[in-house]
Nanobody
Framework: QVQLVESGGGLVQAGGSLRLSCAAS????????MGWFRQAPGKEREFVAA????????YYQDSVKDRFTISRDNAKNTVYLQMNSLKPEDTAVYYC??????????????????WGQGTQVTVSS
């Protein structure tokens, strides 16, 4: 099992930037594909981005493509989400997630099994 802890959320004006971090502990971090998801009030949790175990393959939700970048540092057991040109509709609780069976591609349609506690991102207009 892997334990996940997100950080880096906050309040930012539209057009601003934030970088989220997700620190993982437990079993070998580099064995897991990693994903970022978000949930806005009254909405279902949705896929944002995912990255393969090596960090080479990345997928994004269409609405964040060209604005968000997912990356990972396997030496630091950490995955990042750099968010630029933020919009009010990006406001949500952001979660990182993984499990030992999910692939980066699979996370686009299937929620993984392990989740962090989430970090709030609020974008003001």
């Amino acid at each position: 099992q892997v334990q996940l802890v997100e950080s880096g959320g906050g309040l930012v004006q539209a057009g601003g930037s934030l970088r989220l971090s997700c620190a993982a502990s437990g079993r070998t971090f580099s064995s897991y594909a990693m994903g970022w998801f978000r949930q806005a009030p009254g909405k279902e949790r949705e896929f944002v981005a995912a990255i393969s175990r090596s960090g080479v393959v990345k997928y994004y939700q269409d609405s964040v493509k060209d604005r968000f970048t997912i990356s990972r540092d396997n030496a630091k057991n950490t995955v990042y989400l750099q968010m630029n040109s933020l919009k009010p509709e990006d406001t949500a609780v952001y979660y990182c997630a993984s499990d030992d069976k999910s692939t980066a591609w699979g996370m686009k349609s299937t929620l993984p099994g392990y989740w962090g506690q989430g970090t709030q991102v609020t974008v003001s207009s």
